[in-house]
């Protein structure tokens, strides 16, 4: 069965994004933060700021929960999975199995929370003789409820081994597809999830990617290859796009028909960049409080005496919101493994 309409339902791209059905959360923080002040906060006045829970968006960034550096000191996380993918910039992971990383510029951290997790995710403003912008997506990715007690897991897949597809249509120009999560045709096998998510399951479907259309690019967006899938694309830069034969007046999340291939073609004079996410339904009820989402609302207390009790494992850094030095260079350091330096 074909339809001539490739749109679904339509909805402004707010603070939060919305989702559908196995993602629970999308956010997209650009932020034009200033030089630094050589302790890896902002070289700039914080008055004004609700320090502590600062999402003002004041003179262009924000400081998040952090009080000195800007980002998330150390909090709690069960039943779920956060993917962060960072455009630009450096974020500085650690978490209560002990891992740590410095990664960004094109690289994504995959961490798989399960029976509890504690992580921090800070933004060190390193360069003090310039600003330091940060871009990111973070995207929560549900668990099936045979999986939310799974063994935390701690993934990074670095910039350098991302698969992309970059395909030249018949006016020679280019559209470029960053593959998370989710096969291509025509571009290499992606980097294997974590081995408890739901985008591990073969029938789950999911996919993660990033588009990038030159001023004119026309690329096909494959139809899904399961049953039931949902699919929605977030189009949040540039001037014009088409989807199919429906013109899309404004950036915002369009949830597709998933089962047909659809024309993506920029309509307009600047590129064109959309996110993608879809998958299969776990179809689960789910029960959400902060950062803990299971089934039942018995399991979001028990969640809560639990992290009470055992602090998912415990805090093994002297501080909160810790950084991990001067150095631009990226890394990771597994728990129980030894470091892995990149450029």
Known sequence: MTTSSPILNTQPLGPLWPTLDPFLFCAHHDDAYPAGDGAFGPAAPLGGRQIGSDFSRQ???????GETVPGFPAHPHRGFETVTLVRKGLIDHADSLGAAARFGGGDVQWVTAGRGIQHSEMFPLL????????????????????????????????????PRLAHRDEQGRTTTVTVVAGAV????????????????????????????????????????????????LYYFVGEGLRVGPQTVAAHAAL????????????????????????????????????????NTQQEILQAMQDYRRTQFGGWPWPAGDPVHGGTPRRFARYPGEATESLP
Not at 145 to 155: D, G, L, N
Not at 279 to 290: D, L
């Open 59 to 65: 003179d262009g960034w924000s400081m998040y929960h």
């Open 255 to 294: 949830e597709l028909v998933a089962g047909q291939d659809w024309m993506l073609e920029n309509t307009g004079d600047t590129p064109v960049e959309c996110l993608l996410l879809q998958g299969r339904p776990i179809g689960e009820p789910v029960a959400q409080y902060g950062p803990f989402v299971m």
């Open 185 to 232: 045709p025509g571009a290499a096998d992606p980097l294997a999830p974590p081995p408890e998510s739901w985008a591990a399951q073969p029938d789950a479907d999911v996919a993660i990617w990033t588009l990038h259309l030159e001023p004119g690019a026309r690329w096909v967006l494959p139809a899904v290859r399961g049953q039931g899938t949902r699919r929605m």
């Open 127 to 162: 360069r003090t003789d310039g600003p330091n912008p940060l871009e990111l997506f973070q995207v929560w990715l549900n668990l099936p409820a045979r999986q939310k007690m799974a063994a935390p897991h701690f993934t990074m897949l670095w910039n350098e081994r991302i």
